[in-house]
């Protein structure tokens, strides 16, 4: 399997591809599915969340699958009130506003509350060609943090901030609860069939590099070496992580996934002797030929067929996203 050959940094015979929310709303069979079902509706069943997984794999030809299914749903099991609004994503109706709130967070049993998405891999395991694998993933304690104590998305993370700030013991605790439920949550993902996984660390480059190092980096090390006793190949993905891009792969992972706003050849330089993964801006695939083409084959320069590399896009794939431009980055990919 040429992705995992690329987690390991051994030679491929041609650069892996696959991309973040290649299953999605840009692709025609999930919207048909969508008109039915909600997202809870679709995460909650195995047979359809295994179904969507596999879609891009038939359509695209990427060389992994990546498991359908939501970032927030141990919101759930947590008792924040996970919830989907159309148009404007997702909300809970109990977001933690102080440290009793952290205190009341339930433990729970990761088998027992979330085995839907387990039994969701069981079903991809089987159903997908042998020779692609499938990843499992969550996100990352910051980046469930943000959502938990925010209520739902932000573009400024205030209230995130302002409770890191004015309730540091609060702050950690809540962390390191995340991080427990991450991580234990990743390697049952493991145990289930996963190849491979990923933490999403998908806002954490709202914050400094001292904030990075003071507030996160312990709680992301903890959730991955969690993560790690699995024994598969761990991927950390961060955006606007540029600032403190080696304090990020320095928490852990075996792959670090980066987005576009540093070149490729300048990150791989900064993070040791991992893989990496990356780094298409998501907008690119809405630009026409040559454009299009012309980023995709700067990654491939950079990268310079050095062991080790993944080809994704930065962050996940756009709505608007033209599936015929996505299958023809996966082409240009591996014919370069």
Same mark, same amino acid.
């Given at each position: 399997?040429?992705?995992?050959?690329?987690?390991?940094?051994?030679?491929?015979?041609?650069?892996?591809?696959?991309?973040?929310?290649?299953?999605?709303?840009?692709?025609?069979?999930?919207?048909?599915?969508?008109?039915?079902?909600?997202?809870?509706?679709?995460?909650?069943?195995?047979?359809?969340?295994?179904?969507?997984?596999?879609?891009?794999?038939?359509?695209?030809?990427?060389?992994?699958?990546?498991?359908?299914?939501?970032?927030?749903?141990?919101?759930?099991?947590?008792?924040?009130?996970?919830?989907?609004?159309?148009?404007?994503?997702?909300?809970?109706?109990?977001?933690?506003?102080?440290?009793?709130?952290?205190?009341?967070?339930?433990?729970?049993?990761?088998?027992?509350?979330?085995?839907?998405?387990?039994?969701?891999?069981?079903?991809?395991?089987?159903?997908?060609?042998?020779?692609?694998?499938?990843?499992?993933?969550?996100?990352?304690?910051?980046?469930?943090?943000?959502?938990?104590?925010?209520?739902?998305?932000?573009?400024?993370?205030?209230?995130?901030?302002?409770?890191?700030?004015?309730?540091?013991?609060?702050?950690?605790?809540?962390?390191?609860?995340?991080?427990?439920?991450?991580?234990?949550?990743?390697?049952?993902? /493991? *145990? #289930? %069939?996963?190849?491979?996984?990923?933490? =999403?660390?998908?806002?954490? +480059?709202? $914050?400094?590099?001292? @904030?990075?190092?003071?507030?996160?980096?312990?709680?992301?090390?903890?959730?991955?070496?969690?993560?790690?006793?699995?024994?598969?190949?761990?991927?950390?993905?961060?955006?606007?992580?540029?600032?403190?891009?080696?304090?990020?792969?320095?928490?852990?992972?075996?792959?670090?996934?980066?987005?576009?706003?540093?070149?490729?050849?300048?990150?791989?330089?900064?993070?040791?002797?991992?893989?990496?993964?990356?780094?298409?801006?998501?907008?690119?695939?809405?630009?026409?030929?040559?454009?299009?083409?012309?980023?995709?084959?700067?990654?491939? /320069? *950079? #990268? %310079?067929?050095?062991?080790?590399?993944? =080809?994704?896009?930065?962050? +996940?794939? $756009?709505?608007?996203? @033209?599936?015929?431009?996505?299958?023809?980055?996966?082409?240009?990919?591996?014919?370069?």
């Amino acid at each position: 399997m040429r992705f995992l050959e690329a987690c390991r940094r051994e030679r491929t015979d041609v650069t892996p591809v696959w991309f973040m929310r290649q299953a999605g709303r840009y692709m025609p069979q999930y919207r048909k599915l969508r008109e039915r079902h909600s997202i809870l509706d679709l995460c909650h069943s195995p047979e359809l969340a295994a179904e969507v997984t596999l879609q891009p794999v038939e359509r695209l030809g990427v060389d992994a699958a990546i498991v359908f299914a939501d970032i927030l749903l141990p919101f759930e099991p947590l008792r924040l009130g996970l919830g989907f609004q159309a148009g404007e994503g997702p909300h809970l109706d109990r977001p933690i506003r102080d440290a009793a709130d952290v205190e009341r967070l339930p433990s729970f049993d990761i088998d027992a509350e979330l085995g839907y998405v387990l039994d969701a891999i069981r079903l991809a395991r089987r159903a997908l060609p042998v020779d692609v694998p499938l990843i499992g993933f969550a996100g990352a304690p910051f980046t469930l943090a943000s959502y938990a104590i925010e209520g739902g998305a932000s573009r400024t993370f205030t209230k995130t901030k302002r409770f890191m700030y004015q309730t540091p013991d609060a702050w950690h605790l809540l962390l390191s609860k995340l991080a427990d439920v991450v991580g234990t949550f990743l390697a049952a993902q /493991a *145990r #289930a %069939g996963a190849h491979a996984l990923q933490l =999403f660390d998908s806002w954490v +480059g709202c $914050l400094s590099p001292d @904030d990075y190092r003071t507030y996160v980096q312990p709680h992301s090390r903890k959730a991955l070496s969690l993560a790690g006793k699995s024994q598969v190949p761990l991927i950390h993905f961060g955006t606007g992580t540029a600032t403190f891009l080696e304090d990020f792969a320095a928490a852990g992972g075996d792959v670090i996934s980066i987005d576009w706003r540093m070149p490729l050849d300048a990150a791989w330089s900064r993070i040791g002797n991992r893989a990496i993964q990356g780094n298409l801006e998501p907008a690119a695939l809405l630009a026409p030929e040559p454009e299009r083409s012309r980023q995709v084959s700067d990654i491939l /320069a *950079r #990268a %310079g067929r050095r062991p080790g590399h993944i =080809f994704n896009l930065g962050h +996940g794939v $756009l709505p608007e996203t @033209d599936v015929a431009a996505v299958r023809a980055v996966v082409d240009l990919v591996h014919g370069g």
